[in-house]
């Protein structure tokens, strides 16, 4: 299978923590993306980080990718309560199609 | 943000029958859809790429018989779930995808909660 892999499997912090999840994914890439998804809803699209770009800020998240190692790290930092969901990287393989990681399920708590 | 709207959210059928899913882009046209699948607590996988006037094409393990789909206007696709078990019950997705000069950008559907009864 070509699915990346995230860890953690789930996470839970405080509101005001910082929460890092991890991508690693199995073949060369244009760009790897994150999104979110809210239960039982559709994805939505976070941040999309290039290849040849090392990392990436939008607001509240810091994306890193290290193609030699095949990983990325989605970083969000001073967590709210609204922002528990699952998270998936996604990559596109040098196709046009995405293959998502396992996803990363988050829980802040208040 | 192009939108893609997507058509049951939620649906509920008997075994044996037949259940059709829409997923349509609203303010762009889509030469290319893709349908996912997403069992509770797992993440999505590509099931089939929809190709605007031309067959689709399955993922490794996709029973084509199983899931039809049609791709017959730029901005319609859809997914009909064949003769439905309760094992097809299950969160399915469609997205589309705009391509800029590099990199391609997906957008994607709210979703279809299909339990087979």
């Known amino acids: 299978s070509q699915q990346g892999e995230e860890d953690p499997q789930a996470l839970s912090i405080q509101e005001g923590e910082n929460a890092t999840m991890n991508c690693s994914y199995k073949?060369?890439?244009?760009?790897l993306q994150w999104y979110r998804q809210n239960s039982g809803r559709g994805l939505v699209h976070l941040i999309l980080?290039?290849?040849?770009?090392r990392e990436k800020h939008s607001g509240r998240l810091r994306v890193t990718l290290d193609t030699s190692k095949k990983s990325s790290s989605l970083l969000i930092t001073a967590s709210r309560a609204a922002d528990t969901a699952s998270y998936f990287c996604?990559?596109?393989?040098?196709?046009?199609?995405?293959?998502f990681g396992t996803g990363t399920r988050l829980q802040v708590f208040p | 943000g192009a939108v893609v709207s997507q058509h049951p959210s939620r649906v509920i059928c008997k075994s044996g029958t037949s259940v059709k899913i829409e997923c349509r882009s609203l303010?762009?046209?889509?030469?290319?859809m893709f349908w996912y699948r997403q069992f509770p607590k797992q993440s999505l996988m590509l099931m089939a790429t929809?190709?605007?006037?031309?067959?689709?094409?399955?993922e490794q393990g996709v029973e084509k018989d199983k899931f039809l789909i049609n791709h017959a206007s730029l901005t319609l696709s859809t997914l009909t779930v064949t003769s439905a078990h309760p094992e097809d019950s299950s969160f399915y997705i469609c997205?589309?995808?705009?391509?800029?000069?590099?990199?391609?950008?997906?957008?994607f559907g709210q979703g279809t909660r299909l339990t087979v009864v």
């Open positions: 997205s589309a995808t705009i391509e800029h000069r590099v990199v391609t950008e997906a957008f």
């Open positions: 073949t060369s890439i244009n760009n």
């Open positions: 980080i290039r290849s040849n770009e």
């Open positions: 996604a990559t596109d393989g040098n196709t046009d199609k995405l293959i």
């Open positions: 303010d762009f046209q889509a030469t290319t």
């Open positions: 929809s190709n605007e006037g031309s067959k689709a094409t399955y």
